[in-house]
C-alpha cells in the first residue's frame, strides 16, 4: 500500500500532526506527551488496519474481475451491506449481468451466421453442381439439338434461381444491418397488391391458377416498393403449394387500429409442426416443393415488422393457408 503515492502522503500528514500533537503535549505536560502519542499511534495503527483491509477487498474485486475476463460469469460478488465498496460490488456485478448478456448474444449471432452460411452453401451447391453437369454434357458433340436446347433452359433456370437468391440475401442483410430505406407514406392498399401480383401472372396462368382480389379503399403508412416485395414472396409461396387449377384470394380491409391484407390459398396447407418455424430463414416444411429455398417467407416477415407491422399464418393441411399482414396506425 505504501507504492501508493496517496497512501503515503496521507501518513505523511498523519505523522506531521501526531508529532505536532506530542509536541503540544509536552507544552502542558509530560502526561500530555504520553497521552497524545499513544493515541497517534492508535489513529495510524487503526488506519494501517483499515486500509489493509480495504486493498485486500479491493484484491478480491480484480481477481473477481480477472476471472470475469476469463469467461467466468457465474460468479456473484454482490452483498446487502452499506458502503462505497458494497455499492462498487453491486455495480460490478451488474455489468457483469450484461457482459453475460452480450456474450451469450454474439454467441447466438454467430451460431447463426454459421448457420446461414451452411445454408447458404448447401442452396448454392445443388444448383452449382446441375449446371457444371450439364456444362459438360453439352460439350458432347453427339448430343442431340433437344437434349441441347434442354440443358440450356436448365442452365438459364438455375442462374435464374441463384440470382434471386444472392438477390434476396442481399436485401435481408441490408434489412437486418438497419441500411434498408423504408419510406413512410400513405400508399394505398390497392396498388400495392397490383404491384405485387403483376410479376406472377404468367406463372399463374400456366397453373391455370385464378387470383381474386376484393376489398375496400385502404390506405396506410408504408414504403411501397418494400409492402409490394413482401406481397410478392408471400403470394408466390401460395402458387407453389397450390395445384394446378386452385385460388388465390387477396383481400384487403381496414380499422381503427390497423390495416390489413388477407392472402388466402386453397392448396395443400401447412404441416401444424412447421407452423412455428415458417418465417424462419431456409426453413422447409415437409409439404415445401422441390424448387423452394426458403427465405421468402422469412423475408416478408421482416419487411412487414420493419414497417410497424406484422405477418402472421393460419393453416390447415389439405385445406389452405391464410396469411394475415397488419399495418398498424399507431407505434404498437
Known amino acids: 500500500?505504501?507504492?501508493?503515492?496517496?497512501?503515503r502522503n496521507f501518513a505523511l500528514l498523519q505523522t506531521v500532526l501526531a508529532v505536532s500533537g506530542i509536541a503540544a503535549g509536552f507544552l502542558v505536560s509530560t502526561a500530555a506527551a504520553i497521552l497524545a502519542l499513544l493515541l497517534s499511534a492508535a489513529m495510524m495503527l487503526t488506519t494501517f488496519i483499515f486500509t489493509k483491509w480495504r486493498y485486500r477487498r479491493l484484491a478480491e474485486l480484480s481477481d473477481y474481475l480477472n476471472q470475469i475476463c476469463s469467461g467466468?460469469?457465474?460468479?456473484?460478488i454482490r452483498d446487502n451491506e452499506e458502503g462505497e465498496l458494497s455499492i462498487l460490488k453491486n455495480d460490478i456485478y451488474k455489468v457483469t449481468l450484461r457482459l453475460s448478456e452480450q456474450t451469450q448474444m454474439l454467441?447466438?449471432?454467430?451460431?447463426?451466421?454459421?448457420?446461414?452460411?451452411?445454408?447458404?452453401?448447401?442452396?448454392?451447391?445443388?444448383?452449382?453442381?446441375?449446371m457444371s453437369v450439364m456444362t459438360d454434357l453439352l460439350g458432347d458433340e453427339s448430343l442431340s439439338e433437344e437434349k441441347r436446347k434442354e440443358f440450356l433452359h436448365n442452365i438459364r433456370t438455375q442462374l435464374?434461381?441463384?440470382?434471386?437468391l444472392v438477390s434476396s440475401l442481399l436485401k435481408l442483410s441490408k434489412i437486418d444491418a438497419g441500411t434498408a430505406e423504408f419510406k413512410r407514406e400513405q400508399i394505398s392498399a390497392a396498388e400495392v397488391v397490383k404491384r405485387a401480383?403483376?410479376?406472377?401472372?404468367?406463372?399463374?396462368?400456366?397453373?391455370?391458377?385464378?387470383?381474386v382480389i376484393r376489398g375496400e379503399d385502404?390506405?396506410?403508412?408504408?414504403?411501397?416498393?418494400?409492402?409490394?416485395?413482401?406481397?410478392?414472396?408471400?403470394?408466390?409461396?401460395?402458387?407453389?403449394?397450390?395445384?394446378?387449377?386452385?385460388?388465390?384470394?387477396?383481400?384487403?380491409?381496414?380499422?381503427?387500429?390497423?390495416?390489413?391484407?388477407?392472402?388466402?390459398?386453397?392448396?395443400?396447407?401447412?404441416?401444424?409442426?412447421?407452423?412455428p418455424y415458417i418465417f424462419k430463414r431456409f426453413y422447409r416444411g415437409k409439404n415445401a416443393g422441390?424448387?423452394?429455398?426458403g427465405i421468402g417467407l422469412a423475408m416478408a416477415k421482416s419487411i412487414t415488422e420493419?414497417?410497424?407491422?406484422?405477418?402472421?399464418?393460419?393453416?390447415?393441411?389439405?385445406?389452405?393457408t391464410q396469411f394475415n399482414m397488419k399495418f398498424y396506425k399507431h407505434i404498437v
Open 1 to 7: 500500500m505504501f507504492r501508493n503515492r496517496e497512501f
Open 72 to 76: 467466468r460469469y457465474d460468479l456473484d
Open 107 to 130: 454467441q447466438k449471432d454467430k451460431k447463426q451466421l454459421s448457420d446461414a452460411i451452411s445454408d447458404i452453401s448447401h442452396q448454392l451447391k445443388t444448383p452449382l453442381t446441375s
Open 160 to 164: 435464374e434461381r441463384i440470382e434471386w
Open 197 to 211: 401480383v403483376e410479376p406472377l401472372l404468367i406463372p399463374m396462368e400456366l397453373r391455370s391458377q385464378q387470383i
Open 218 to 275: 385502404v390506405t396506410f403508412f408504408g414504403d411501397i416498393n418494400w409492402t409490394a416485395e413482401a406481397l410478392t414472396n408471400i403470394i408466390k409461396n401460395c402458387i407453389e403449394h397450390t395445384g394446378d387449377g386452385g385460388t388465390i384470394t387477396v383481400e384487403y380491409s381496414e380499422n381503427p387500429l390497423y390495416a390489413e391484407m388477407r392472402i388466402i390459398d386453397n392448396g395443400s396447407g401447412i404441416a401444424r409442426e412447421d407452423l
Open 290 to 293: 422441390d424448387e423452394s429455398i
Open 306 to 320: 420493419h414497417q410497424n407491422g406484422d405477418l402472421s399464418v393460419i393453416s390447415k393441411e389439405r385445406i389452405g
